[in-house]
T-cell receptor
Framework: GENVEQHPSTLSVQEGDSAVIKCTYS??????FPWYKQELGKGPQLIID?????GEKKDQRIAVTLNKTAKHFSLHITETQPEDSAVYFC???????????FGTGTRLQVTL | GAVVSQHPSWVICKSGTSVKIECRSL??????MFWYRQFPKQSLMLMAT?????????EQGVEKDKFLINHASLTLSTLTVTSAHPEDSSFYIC??????????FGQGTRLTVV
């Protein structure tokens, strides 16, 4: 089955700096890669996603890049703000069952 | 965007009792819903795939007789934790996919078994 690894597990940046979180996946058949933000005690919230036919996608301060050959994808957050502090999960979807395999999560702390 | 609602948001039960958690897709029909479990400071682990009108598909290591899933309609799936024990205490989250789009997650249910 699919295996998703995520790094780093914790990340602390100063407000205004950029944050980068990286994930790798094992199943070359995976074709959909969402990123989720989870705040304490809440369910995950989709922040951006990318499909395997696209190399990069951007939405305001958030961007995702995908390298299918290397089987890795990354989340980039620019001009970080304190409200960006949360746990971020990457995921990969493979097969026709729409099953998601999640990474281990990154706790992002944006300090003033 | 689409909304998935879970109820209750938190529940405390005594060891040995059963607890039912509901997952509803409020503005779309979902033939498939997913149930996850998340322990503190850990990732989401898929427990089972809930299929409307048929039996759920459980992931390896998940006891189907302990975690009963019913998907009786296109907008409702339920997870019943039977004979709950303290080790079942966790954060349970459901998700649903609207056809051709991304997964939408519920707000989660914090189960504490005492």
């Amino acid at each position: 089955g699919e295996n998703v690894e995520q790094h780093p597990s914790t990340l602390s940046v100063q407000e205004g700096d950029s944050a980068v979180i990286k994930c790798t996946y094992s199943d070359s058949a995976s074709n959909y890669f969402p990123w989720y933000k989870q705040e304490l005690g809440k369910g995950p919230q989709l922040i951006i996603d990318i499909r395997s036919n696209v190399g990069e996608k951007k939405d305001q301060r958030i961007a995702v890049t995908l390298n299918k050959t290397a089987k890795h994808f990354s989340l980039h957050i620019t001009e970080t703000q304190p409200e960006d502090s949360a746990v971020y999960f990457c995921a990969a979807e493979s097969g026709t069952a729409s099953k998601l395999t999640f990474g281990t999560g990154t706790r992002l702390q944006v300090t003033l | 965007g689409a909304v998935v609602s879970q109820h209750p948001s938190w529940v405390i039960c005594k060891s040995g009792t059963s607890v039912k958690i509901e997952c509803r897709s409020l503005d779309f029909q979902a033939t498939t819903m997913f149930w996850y479990r998340q322990f503190p400071k850990q990732s989401l682990m898929l427990m089972a795939t809930s299929n409307e009108g048929s039996k759920a598909t459980y992931e390896q290591g998940v006891e189907k007789d302990k975690f009963l899933i019913n998907h009786a309609s296109l907008t409702l799936s339920t997870l019943t934790v039977t004979s709950a024990h303290p080790e079942d205490s966790s954060f349970y989250i459901c998700s649903a996919n609207r056809a051709g789009t991304e997964a939408f997650f519920g707000q989660g249910t914090r189960l504490t078994v005492v």
